[in-house]
């Protein structure tokens, strides 16, 4: 199996995962010498140096997999356009034409529930409903394009599936806890609305069992599935609990119109700070039906609230406490982080050439 993204979050745990359950996985690592590729390489996982832009490198690592787990991509509001459409985009379609051309069975995908995301409350939606008007951000459209190539690209010789996951948030969380803590901290977290509407959430652990779980599937090839916990959380009542398990201040409250305008104002004019689509994401309320999931993947959240906290927490204190969460923040995506990964992708094939045909 191979795993894009394994050095990520969501893809990092499921990679941990398949291994502990005993299956032989393969990860595709932009820096194989890194920390977080050091570390799943003890764990027993394969890692291939390379990076979503560098098809080739792709197509070395999906050799022999009958299974890809696609976790790799540019998150955020604030990512750079052109970096969330090379990794997004093009990187999706790397992926689906590595996994064809290595014959690979099955090809689950990461999503998320943000491509049917808009300025609008979502209540109770399935993913027969589908939005009428453009997605809000850069990011919800190129995700949203992403997961319409993996679904389109199912077929006899290659199945196909796209996993929905809401604010995804657990032990291990580099993508959206550090930054928390660090906003809370310095006492700019705030709530549009005082975050009183409801909010999508999955815990990490139920994502990672939907992924597996859409692997084998047999009504999953051609469908998307939203994934998300039992609980029906306030946005800001799942904040407060994540704040309080990081030992940070909690959030304040901002009205949700001025909220708006800043956002514009961001948008338009400084391109940084927080945007409508954050506001948007924060301000309105989503609660999605995963019936589809449960029928056909068997799918049902089985980590409770309370208990998914307090291992957050305790993830908090074995890695150094907030501090050093804090510490794993990464800027948004941008066009010169492209820019390297081309040279880096270059690099590799240059490598790959000189020393011949790779065998496996």
């Not at 990081?246 to 391109?271: C, E, K, M, Q, Y």
Request: with cysteine; glycine share 10%; hydrophobic share 45%.
């Amino acid at each position: 199996m191979l795993v894009t993204g394994a050095t990520g979050f969501v893809g990092g745990v499921l990679a941990r995962a398949l291994r502990a359950e005993g299956a032989i996985v393969r990860a595709l690592a932009r820096n194989p010498a890194g920390p977080e590729a050091t570390d799943l390489s003890s764990l027993g996982v394969e890692i291939v140096g390379g990076h979503l832009g560098d098809p080739d490198a792709i197509a070395r690592a999906s050799a022999g997999c009958d299974v890809v787990f696609h976790c790799a991509g540019v998150v955020g509001f604030r990512a750079d356009p052109v970096a969330l459409r090379w990794a997004n985009v093009a990187g999706t379609e790397n992926v689906i034409n590595a996994a064809r051309h290595a014959g690979v069975r099955r090809l689950v995908h990461l999503s998320t529930e943000a491509v049917t995301a808009r300025n609008a409350d979502r209540l109770f939606v399935d993913e027969a409903i589908e939005p009428t008007t453009p997605p809000i951000s850069e990011y919800a459209r190129t995700k949203a394009v992403a997961e319409d190539l993996v679904l389109t690209a199912n077929g006899p010789t290659l199945e196909a599936t796209a996993v929905r996951p809401g604010w995804i948030w657990g032990p291990r969380d580099t993508t959206n806890l550090p930054d928390l803590i660090v906003q809370a901290r310095r006492g700019t977290l705030r709530l549009p609305g005082g975050g009183k509407g409801f909010l999508a959430t999955s815990y990490v652990d139920h994502v990672v069992d939907a992924l597996a779980r859409a692997a084998v599937a047999e009504a999953a090839p051609g469908r998307a599935y939203y994934v998300t916990d039992d609980a029906s959380l306030e946005v800001r009542e799942l904040v407060e609990m994540l704040c309080r398990a990081a030992g940070v201040p909690g959030p304040r409250a901002v009205p949700f119109a001025l909220a708006w305008t800043i956002g514009w104002w961001n948008d338009r004019v400084r391109g940084r700070g927080v945007s409508r689509a954050l506001v948007a994401h924060l301000g309105r309320s989503t609660l999605l039906n995963i019936q589809r999931a449960r029928t056909d993947l068997g799918y049902a959240p089985f980590v409770e609230t309370e208990e998914g906290m307090r291992r957050v927490a305790a993830w908090i204190a074995e890695v150094g406490g907030p501090d050093a969460v804090a510490a794993m923040r990464r800027p948004p995506a941008s066009r010169e982080q492209v820019d390297e990964a081309i040279r880096a992708a270059d690099a590799w094939d240059a490598r790959a050439k000189s020393n011949g045909p790779a065998t496996r």
